[in-house]
């Protein structure tokens, strides 16, 4: 009996034993064969972030690999050879406006590998990019690790398509500045396998704090940027009064460096930090309504009774004033920070189609948890990534780490460079921010690495669409023209049609058009100023390349009216306010989501041949229909 308790009572010894740090586990011992007395493997310690580091990889390379996706499937139809904003052009105006050479301002402007491939196939660039920043991001989302080298691809490959995705990839607010939302820890060293006996644990080292840091400034204020950019980097192609392309630099009101930018409308509960009039404020109301894409949950949020939205308000205010001192409270403080960072983004990713905004910014909250939190999340058996971190562990009691390699030492030289880059790049941005009249949504530099943002600086109370309507009568102002609607993947459009549900992924088409609805949307100049087709270029050459029935414009839209026959003659954009239907009122018991009102048209019938001179002037090619279609229009 004497020597059964001595058996019992020697787990529960090294138990106690172990959590004072002291074991009497050998070197060489596997301590995943440790058990506690109720025969459960042995716990990890806190303090420790191996396994953080490989959740932080994960999460991180979910999001790209969702954004190389998103570039995948749509690049070639935005920004492609027959884009509609062909980013070719792009490059051969920056390039002309340098004095016709591809040098170093050229490069420094719009940093893109593309500068040194071949301009005659821009389609198989692109996808070319895409498709290997898919490739990598998934093999470090599926395998959990990665090194300096493999991150830093993966940056390049991202920025190189935002920084000629001109409007399309220029609106940070959907995730699009992911190239400079986490910039160190994209390029810190984590190493090639998932553990790296030679690579120092660091509690609060670099690749850690960035996250911390970057869950310290709230959940809506990643440093991507910018939200709402031109075309492009230090000033807007603007078309002069001849219709020729000039270089016009936003003016000194707007701030250094700065673009256009315009700021409205957002979800109905991360717009609530943003307004500052009171809680009960109609744009707080009307924010469920008014963000770009709204889903289904947004419908009944939107009419959520006042006390929810005061509520909202209220939970937002603490979330994102009292809850990021928590990090500095100690270890379960800053988990439970953690904990509610990432449960108010899943509410806002859950209330709104926000692209993967909110999936981003979930990243650094995982920086919060040490491998004692996050052990759950890996299996216990022996030989695996757990098991081997608990070896580290309990070599790390018995001083058994082997000797630090030169490639240590490289790291810690890396670490502290980019340390000091950072701080050097944040000046211009912590000026700003003690500014008194400080911008929002501004890079300080080409690489987009430190940046000023802010999501929705301001919301509107009401919602606008453009509606795009074709007709196949011969006479556009005939009374007896039938004119049919196009409709987009997710936007809003026709009033029985559910609201979609579709973040992480992203349709940029549809939210183009959001914000080219705008009525008296922010300029680079201090006075407001409607949004038109003037503003919108875009959308003409959107115009006619559904007038000519276009293979892949029709392919960024979930219906067009006439797929399989000859193409409209005429094309109208139609403006239109909308709102959603009260719930259990009379429009909503006839199955509609939406109810609207004609404002007036957003730009006039428009037929092929009449953009003829205007594509012209852009150098886009006027697309042309088919023979038998055009026959019938003969």
């Not at 998934?138 to 001109?166: D, E, P």
């Not at 607010?173 to 006996?197: K, R």
């Not at 400034?217 to 990643?222: A, K, N, T, Y």
């Not at 038109?532 to 293979?551: M, P, R, V």
């Amino acid at each position: 009996m004497r020597t059964d308790g001595q058996v019992m009572a020697a787990p529960g010894e090294q138990l106690r034993r172990r959590k004072a740090g002291v074991t009497d586990v050998g070197p060489g011992a596997s301590p995943a064969r440790e058990h506690d007395p109720a025969g459960c493997p042995a716990r990890l310690h806190p303090g420790t972030f191996w396994l953080t580091r490989v959740v932080l990889l994960r999460a991180l390379a979910f999001v790209y690999s969702v954004a190389f996706l998103v570039a995948f499937w749509q690049n070639k139809q935005l920004i492609g050879d027959r884009g509609l904003l062909p980013c070719r052009l792009y490059l051969r105006r920056l390039r002309q406006h340098f004095r016709g050479r591809v040098g170093w301002d050229a490069v420094s402007a719009a940093p893109t590998l593309l500068w040194l491939l071949d301009w005659s196939h821009m389609d198989a660039n692109l996808d070319a990019l895409a498709l290997l920043g898919l490739a990598l991001s998934s093999f470090v989302l599926l395998s959990g690790c990665a090194n300096m080298l493999l991150m830093a691809i993966l940056w390049v490959l991202y920025t190189s398509l935002v920084n000629v995705g001109q409007a399309w990839l220029g609106v940070t607010a959907a995730g699009d500045g992911l190239s400079g939302h986490l910039p160190l820890p994209a390029v810190d060293t984590v190493t090639p396998a998932p553990l790296d006996t030679h690579l120092p644990d660091r509690p609060v080292g670099l690749q850690v704090a960035d996250f911390q840091d970057h869950a310290w400034r709230g959940p809506h204020q990643d440093p991507g940027g910018p939200m709402l950019v031109g075309p492009d980097l230090h000033g807007l192609p603007l078309r002069g009064s001849q219709r020729q392309w000039r270089w016009a630099p936003c003016p000194p009101e707007a701030g250094a460096s700065a673009r256009c930018t315009a700021v409205t409308g957002t979800n109905c509960i991360s717009a609530t930090h943003l307004v500052n009039s009171g809680v009960s404020s109609p744009q707080v109301l009307a924010g469920g309504q008014t963000q770009p894409v709204p889903n289904p949950a947004a419908y009944f949020l939107h009419q959520s009774p006042w006390w929810v939205h005061r509520f909202e308000t209220l939970s937002n205010h603490f979330l994102e004033l009292v809850v990021p001192f928590f990090i500095f409270l100690g270890r379960r403080m800053c988990a439970l920070h953690g904990a509610l960072q990432l449960l108010f983004q899943a509410i806002l990713i859950l209330s709104g189609n926000l692209s993967f905004l909110n999936w981003l910014t979930m990243v650094p909250s995982f920086a919060c948890f040490d491998d004692a939190t996050l052990g759950f999340l890996f299996p216990s058996g022996p030989g695996g990534l757990k098991a081997r971190v608990l070896q580290l562990q309990e070599d790390s009691v018995h001083g058994a780490q082997p000797p630090p390699k030169r490639s240590c030492v490289v790291r810690r030289v890396v670490h502290l460079a980019l340390g000091l880059l950072l701080a050097w790049l944040s000046v211009p941005v912590v000026v700003n921010l003690l500014s008194p009249s400080q911008v929002m949504n501004t890079s300080f530099h080409p690489l987009r690495i430190v940046n000023t943002y802010g999501a929705f600086g301001s919301i509107t109370r009401e919602r606008t669409e453009v509606v795009l309507q074709g007709t196949a009568s011969p006479n556009a102002s005939a009374p007896d023209a039938e004119w049919q609607e196009y409709e987009f993947k997710c936007k809003p459009g026709g009033l029985w049609r559910r609201p979609c549900l579709l973040s992480p992924y992203h349709h940029r088409l549809d939210w183009l058009m959001w914000f080219a609805a705008f009525q008296g949307a922010c300029s680079c100049l201090s006075t407001p100023s409607p949004q038109t087709y003037e503003q919108n270029e875009w959308i003409l050459h959107l115009a006619g390349k559904l007038l000519a029935n276009d293979a892949e414009a029709a392919s960024l839209l979930a219906l067009n009216p006439f797929a399989g026959r000859p193409p409209p003659r005429w094309l109208r954009g139609e403006h239109f306010r909308y709102k959603f239907s009260r719930l259990a009122g009379r429009h909503a018991s006839d199955g509609k989501w939406w109810i609207r009102k004609r404002i007036g048209p957003y730009f006039p019938p428009v037929g092929l041949q009449d953009l003829r001179d205007y594509f012209r002037e852009r150098g886009w090619p006027l697309p042309q229909p088919d023979s038998g279609a055009w026959a019938a229009e003969k």
